[in-house]
């Protein structure tokens, strides 16, 4: 066999800070700022082509009531969050903070409000983990665009994004999340990237964070869609809850809470986090789509949260109704489309000790041979309105083979 490679003290040390995240499994996403005041989307000042000056008047009429930030924090503890993460600058370059390297930031505007500041006292009121995103392109800063062409001009923007990075990374106590986005226009030597995560984690030596800063940091952040990175990679899918990540006054194209619940599985099955988008008003309120959904996802996390946080990747495979999770030799059933009295997984070939349907934890009958292990008894109508599960003991790891039905099935008579 060959010798097991010895971990390196620079893996242990990320092991070590993404251990409360990978069990976390589930967080907040908050897109808010300027656009939020037009309600059509977090590009509009791109797609739009409106001016910077005209766009920069949206900061006179961005002036969100006070504890929103706590409203936030309350509904994703509400819905089973674990840890949320905040605009802090979006693409259009206002910030949410205070910072000294520009007055284009709500403390110096109308808002007159340190809005991180109060974000992050939220989250930590519910004793929810604390992530700020972090655009690195900036359609307002004069040297956003031209620092591709200009080496002045590029020196200047670095200074002034990785000033900004420093300022957060310093005024707020302790980060658990930098997520950056969008690297356009230079390449990670041009962002001095590497440069840039030593000082964050000099700064703040337990945080994790992300890969858009053209690094591989700690994590992938598939978008809008559950992809499993591969080697073991760790990933985070995130999701909007219509198709817009800022507020959007006329997107109504909702996600149900029963997807939601489906993709929080779906992530927690293949190893991976899912973080979910908010994008509330320009005043804070949180558009009602969101809060209903997410109170009933939250209801179902009452009931079911502990067949997700600190899931292990599950070996198997999905099926036309229904997803797994795993803890060690536990398996979870997620029935989303409920197959009446009989729940059946084909291809396990892990002996089945014992089954229960939850959350009663109610005995369930079964009968298993080399093809299937059959769940029985059980009610006609689906017992719980998202996705009921059920909870398997194994006898070991469980894991399954599709091939051997394939290949051996029975045939002739019964
Ligand atoms: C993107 C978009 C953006 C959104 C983000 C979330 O890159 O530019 O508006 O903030 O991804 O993942």
Same mark, same amino acid.
């Given at each position: 066999?060959?010798?097991?490679?010895?971990?390196?003290?620079?893996?242990?040390?990320? $092991?070590?800070?993404?251990?409360?995240?990978?069990?976390? #499994?589930?967080?907040?996403?908050? +897109?808010w700022g300027l656009y939020s005041v037009l309600?059509?989307?977090e590009?509009a000042m791109e797609?739009?082509?409106i001016p910077v000056p005209e766009y920069e008047r949206l900061a006179d009429q961005f002036k969100p009531?006070?504890?929103?930030?706590?409203?936030?924090?309350?509904?994703?503890?509400?819905?089973?969050? #674990? %840890?949320?993460?905040?605009t802090t600058k979006h693409h259009d370059g206002f910030c949410l903070f205070n910072t000294e390297l520009t007055d284009y930031c709500a403390p110096k505007r109308a808002c007159g409000r340190d809005l991180v500041?109060? %974000? /992050?006292?939220?989250?930590?009121?519910?004793?929810?983990?604390?992530?700020?995103?972090h655009s690195l392109m900036d359609w307002h800063h004069p040297d956003g665009a031209?620092?591709?062409?200009?080496?002045?001009?590029?020196?200047r923007f670095?200074a002034y994004v990785?000033g900004q990075v420093?300022e957060l990374?310093?005024?707020?106590?302790?980060?658990? !999340?930098?997520? &950056?986005?969008?690297?356009?226009?230079?390449?990670?030597?041009?962002?001095?990237?590497?440069?840039?995560?030593?000082?964050?984690? #000099?700064?703040?030596?337990?945080? !994790?964070?992300?890969? $858009?800063?053209?690094?591989?940091?700690?994590?992938?952040?598939?978008?809008?869609?559950?992809?499993?990175?591969?080697?073991?990679?760790?990933?985070?899918?995130?999701?909007?809850?219509?198709?817009?990540?800022? &507020? +959007?006054?006329?997107?109504?194209?909702? #996600?149900?809470?029963?997807?939601?619940?489906?993709?929080?599985? *779906?992530?927690?099955? =293949?190893?991976?986090? &899912?973080?979910?988008?908010?994008?509330?008003?320009a005043?804070?309120?949180?558009?009602?789509?969101?809060?209903?959904?997410?109170?009933?996802?939250?209801?179902? *996390?009452?009931? &079911?949260?502990?067949?997700?946080?600190?899931?292990?990747?599950?070996?198997?495979?999905?099926?036309? @109704?229904?997803?797994?999770?795993?803890?060690?030799? *536990?398996?979870?059933?997620?029935?989303? @489309?409920?197959?009446? =009295?009989?729940? *059946? !997984?084909?291809?396990?070939?892990?002996? /089945?000790?014992?089954?229960?349907?939850?959350?009663?934890?109610?005995?369930?009958?079964?009968?298993?041979?080399?093809?299937?292990?059959?769940?029985?008894?059980?009610?006609?109508?689906?017992?719980?309105?998202?996705?009921?599960?059920?909870?398997?003991?194994?006898?070991?790891?469980?894991?399954?083979?599709?091939?051997?039905?394939?290949?051996?099935?029975?045939?002739?008579?019964?």
């Open positions: 066999m060959a010798p097991r490679k010895r971990m390196s003290a620079g893996e242990r040390d990320r $092991r070590r800070r993404m251990q409360w995240w990978h069990e976390a #499994k589930f967080g907040m996403f908050i +897109h309600g059509r989307h590009w797609i739009e082509g009531k006070r504890d929103c930030a706590r409203q936030w924090a309350k509904l994703a503890k509400r819905a089973g969050m #674990k %840890y949320m993460v905040l500041a109060e %974000y /992050v006292e939220a989250a930590r009121s519910e004793g929810l983990r604390v992530g700020f995103y031209r620092c591709a062409e200009d080496e002045a001009a590029r020196k670095v990785h420093r990374c310093t005024n707020y106590g302790k980060l658990d !999340i930098l997520w &950056y986005d969008v690297a356009w226009p230079l390449a990670p030597d041009g962002w001095e990237s590497a440069k840039m995560n030593r000082m964050v984690r #000099k700064l703040q030596p337990d945080i !994790i964070v992300n890969n $858009r800063n053209k690094l591989p940091g700690d994590f992938s952040t598939p978008e809008q869609h559950i992809t499993a990175e591969p080697g073991g990679r760790a990933w985070e899918a995130c999701m909007t809850m219509n198709e817009s990540w800022g &507020y +959007h006054a006329t997107d109504d194209a909702w #996600k149900t809470p029963k997807q939601i619940v489906r993709n929080l599985v *779906t992530c927690a099955h =293949d190893g991976g986090n &899912y973080l979910l988008n908010i994008g509330p008003r005043d804070g309120s949180v558009p009602a789509p969101s809060v209903r959904t997410l109170n009933a996802v939250g209801e179902w *996390t009452d009931k &079911y949260g502990h067949a997700i946080y600190g899931a292990d990747r599950c070996q198997v495979t999905r099926s036309r @109704f229904a997803n797994f999770t795993r803890k060690g030799k *536990t398996l979870y059933v997620h029935v989303h @489309f409920w197959p009446g =009295d009989t729940v *059946t !997984i084909g291809g396990l070939r892990t002996k /089945v000790k014992g089954a229960k349907l939850l959350p009663s934890g109610k005995a369930v009958s079964f009968e298993q041979d080399r093809f299937r292990v059959r769940f029985t008894g059980l009610p006609e109508k689906a017992p719980e309105k998202l996705v009921t599960v059920l909870q398997v003991e194994c006898a070991s790891v469980p894991r399954q083979d599709m091939m051997y039905i394939r290949t051996r099935r029975k045939r002739g008579k019964a």
